[in-house]
């Protein structure tokens, strides 16, 4: 089967990530990869030579960083839209990193994935589309869930070996539905809470957790976006401009 084919070069920016050790071609209308997927794979507990999945890795944002933050290991992405799926493998072409990042056309509940030391996923942040301003054609799939996070966990779990690890960035108020989705298939679950600013509640959580662990959960040092000048922190900055992981 063929490629989808591509909108024309002038439909997409190319974008530069972790301080230009990775350039992202993507659409400049639609959905438009931010910060989110740069922290958490930052995040991944990743060693040395181990399988990583993220589930829904649209154009490659997180995946490509997180085979740049691990240079060595296997970095496998699994997406339904096969635009957005031809797209990452001409990112992951574009970035020179054919030889360990690979994608996987399909939905994540019919496509056959195992044998993975850790999955990753940043998933749609919306279930009712009536919840917030309708989003363009083109966002609807990254904006709005079709699936809860509980389908999202047992894709994950399924496809882990052993005790490895599952790591998410979600909405903090969406932190309950997280942990149920878990529920007794992992334990050993670490919570980092996201805060825009110094005071502020927690917007985002980053949420990991190993299968079939028993250890207690544990609540980490929070994440400060920004400073008072507006500034990303130090901690933030180093990140995003692939210096250091975040953990």
């Known amino acids: ?92 072409a574009l970035n020179d990193l054919s030889a360990r990042v690979s994608v996987i056309t399909g939905d994540i509940k019919t496509v056959a994935v195992s044998g993975f030391d850790h999955v990753f996923f940043n998933p749609p942040f919306f279930e009712d589309p009536k919840a917030l301003r309708a989003p363009k054609d083109q966002k609807v799939q990254s904006w709005i869930a079709s699936e809860p996070i509980k389908v999202w966990m047992d894709v994950a779990i399924a496809a882990l070996r052993g005790r490895g690890t599952i790591s998410l960035i979600h909405r903090a108020d969406h932190l309950g539905e997280i942990l149920a989705g878990l529920g007794k298939r992992a334990g050993e679950i670490r919570i980092q809470p996201i805060h825009p600013r110094e005071g502020e509640p927690a917007k985002r959580v980053i949420v990991h957790a190993r299968k079939h662990a028993k250890a207690p959960l544990t609540l980490l040092s929070p994440i ?20 250091t992981p975040l953990l």
Do not use: W
């Open 1 to 92: 089967m063929s490629e989808p084919r591509l909108e024309p070069d002038s439909a997409y920016t190319e974008d530069a990530f972790l301080g230009g050790q990775i350039t992202l071609r993507q659409p400049k209308i639609g959905y438009r990869a931010g910060i989110d997927p740069v922290l958490l794979a930052g995040s991944l507990p990743v060693k040395p030579g181990k399988r990583v999945l993220e589930l829904g890795c649209g154009a490659g944002a997180g995946l490509l960083c997180a085979a740049r933050f691990f240079p060595d290991s296997e970095c496998v992405g699994v997406e339904r839209d096969e635009n957005a799926a031809a797209l990452a493998r001409e990112n992951i």
């Open 224 to 243: 400060i976006m920004h400073q008072d000048d507006d500034q990303y922190n130090p901690r933030v900055k180093s990140v995003l401009m692939g210096i």
